[in-house]
């Protein structure tokens, strides 16, 4: 019979994703069929699934920790914020809805069916689930009709180790708090802690460690140090690409990156970042793109007609224009190839009003936005380098226009994207592309950077084995898999 064990957090980005990431593949090495699990997610960072459903990022990485493929029932709820009040609802992979905040819990009230029927189905082919909460059960005021914490761990009977962040500070604050405001049901589900992110020696918060299992009643699982390569594992969390400063020295060709508000799939960045040749600069608002970039990289928008309009009120248009006229090479990938080109078109109101947007006109290329979207596995080659590359679409809309016939790729036996007269601009709905290490070296000769050694796919999985490593060698693995509970079949 299946197990299940569900890591909550005491807040926000204290690094649950990537706990369950290092435990999946720490337990996996020990034999065990493991399986990650996050009831929702909220993110514009997604995945495609072989079946052509979309998931959170993070629970594909998971995924392959644990040595499996992505599947729509490891991340039954996905939502994908479209402004600051609404989010585009994804259940069981597909688009349900679009919803504004404060509908949303209503809607969610009807979604801990699906949430617990995919969790069974993953639960009947493994021996153990690994559960990722989201956020923290201390937000109480999110408590009724929950399906992302508490909610869930009730309904499925599934017990709870709570993670803290020491990094940030009030780490005890942080635990003993959670306790105080759990209602006893709640709090009754956990059934241990761990400290995540110490920096510097372990045994200086014995004190700290044993004030927590005092206060609360819940034993320890560990401390678990800082692990200083997680920035080189592909990121959920746009932040999380930002070079640490115990990183490696940034490379010589520069590669800017505007950070545009609705930014998505950016996913695509993770093998620059991690490449010793670049530099990647992600340009946040109010400061102009540098003229001293290789590359400007437009990358993906889960909005692009709002996001091409920020674009725009940033002055960047000129600043690309400018950038051009310097013999500066642009790429623009789904919704940044979408905005390069002449006009986007959305009839029917897919990201806002109905509409035509004038593009910025560096691509002879026009699109229309229509409702199915297109969600696909692709394989391909690189014509020019003669390179294989890989990867997913994840789009609405369908582009046209005279520089088509100048496609750059070839993906599934067909040309792929679009190339102005002078080579200088190019555009693709291919998201991955840079993971392909051909291609990226392809690329790098072109910005006039040597190749470097980097086996970027290699690289991740060796990774995830040094976190597994550092995982048990700092934690109660055996212990966590006495908490974890069996699952018990749906009834009916």
Not at 233 to 238: I, Q, S, T, Y
Request: hydrophobic share 45%.
């Amino acid at each position: 019979m299946a197990r299940a064990i569900m890591i909550q957090g005491t807040g926000s980005n204290v690094g649950k994703s990537l706990l369950v990431a290092g435990l999946g593949r720490a337990l996996t090495r020990r034999g065990l069929r493991v399986a990650p699990f996050k009831p929702q997610n909220m993110s514009n960072n997604a995945a495609v699934t072989a079946d052509g459903g979309e998931i959170g990022r993070a629970q594909a990485l998971q995924a392959r920790a644990c040595g499996l493929p992505p599947s729509v029932h490891m991340n039954p709820v996905l939502l994908k914020p479209e402004s600051e009040t609404g989010a585009q609802v994804i259940v069981q992979g597909r688009r349900l809805t679009s919803s504004a905040a404060g509908d949303y819990p209503a809607l969610r009230a009807g979604l801990m069916d699906r949430v617990l029927d995919s969790f069974h189905r993953l639960a009947r082919d493994t021996d153990l689930v690994l559960v990722e909460g989201a956020g923290s059960p201390a937000e109480i005021n999110l408590r009724a009709r929950d399906i992302a914490n508490m909610g869930f761990a009730r309904a499925a009977g599934v017990p709870v180790v709570l993670a803290g962040d020491i990094d940030r500070g009030g780490v005890i604050a942080q635990m003993v708090g959670t306790a105080e405001v759990l209602d006893a049901e709640d709090r009754a589900m956990i059934r241990g802690f761990l400290i995540n992110k110490f920096r510097g020696d372990p045994r200086l918060f014995d004190e700290g460690y044993a004030a927590i299992a005092g206060r609360t009643g819940w034993p320890g699982l560990g401390v678990l140090p800082w692990f200083a390569e997680a920035w080189r594992l592909p990121a959920e969390d746009l932040m999380d690409l930002d070079r640490p400063a115990d990183a490696p020295a940034a490379g010589a060709a520069k590669i800017a990156v505007p950070r545009l508000p609705r930014i998505a799939n950016f996913d695509d960045l993770d093998p620059l970042a991690a490449e010793p040749g670049i530099t990647l600069d992600l340009v946040p608002l109010g400061r102009p793109l540098p003229a001293d970039a290789a590359l400007i990289l437009l990358p993906g928008s889960k909005s692009t007609r709002a996001d091409l309009a920020a674009f725009r009120a940033e002055g960047w248009d000129i600043d690309l224009a400018a950038h051009l006229r310097r013999g500066g090479h642009v790429m623009g990938l789904c919704g940044g190839f979408q905005m390069l080109g002449r006009t986007l078109s959305d009839p029917e109101g897919l990201e806002g009003p109905p509409g035509v947007t004038e593009g910025l006109g560096h691509l002879q290329i026009d699109t229309v936005l229509h409702p199915e979207k297109q969600l696909h596995l692709r394989q391909g080659s690189h014509p020019a380098s003669g390179n294989p590359v890989e990867g997913y679409e994840i789009h609405l809309g369908e582009t046209t226009g005279p520089d088509t016939d100048r496609p750059w790729l070839q993906i599934a036996g067909r040309p792929e994207g679009a190339m102005s007269e002078n080579g200088l601009v190019r555009g693709s709905y291919l998201h991955g592309l840079f993971a392909a290490d051909g291609f990226r070296a392809a690329l790098l000769a072109e910005l006039g950077t040597p190749a470097s050694a980097l086996r970027y796919e290699t690289e991740v999985d060796s990774v995830l084995d040094r976190l597994a490593d550092h995982m048990a060698a700092h934690l109660d693995l055996d212990g966590l898999l006495a908490m974890s509970g069996e699952v018990n079949a749906p009834a009916g």
